[in-house]
């Protein structure tokens, strides 16, 4: 099972969107100094706001690419963040 997730981040609001195999440990890792990334370091710490679940890990990564663009940012705009506020 694959997860396409949304991370919020604690500090400054800024999201991150990805997909991994293991979400538990992914988050762990966006919280951590075992993140590569500059922009999860920098940007943390982070909190889940929303997960899906996919079967196959090119699926995942569609759903990722398609949250990555004008009109998938829209929908985590007015879909997902709406309904925390």
């Given at each position: 099972?694959f997860?396409v ?6 500090k400054n609001g800024k999201?991150y969107?990805?997909?991994?195999e ?11 100094k075992?993140?590569k ?6 940007n943390g710490?982070?909190e889940?706001?929303f997960?899906e679940t996919?079967?196959?890990?090119a699926i ?7 949250f ?5 940012r829209?929908?985590?705009k007015?879909?997902i ?5």
């Amino acid at each position: 099972m694959f997860f396409v997730y949304v991370l919020k981040s604690r500090k400054n609001g800024k999201l991150y969107t990805g997909h991994t195999e293991n979400l538990k440990r992914r988050i762990l890792e966006h919280n951590t100094k075992n993140d590569k990334t500059k922009f999860s370091y920098v940007n943390g710490p982070w909190e889940l706001i929303f997960f899906e679940t996919f079967d196959t890990r090119a699926i995942a990564m569609k759903q990722e690419k398609f949250f990555k663009t004008g009109k998938g940012r829209e929908y985590i705009k007015n879909k997902i963040l709406s309904v925390g506020a």
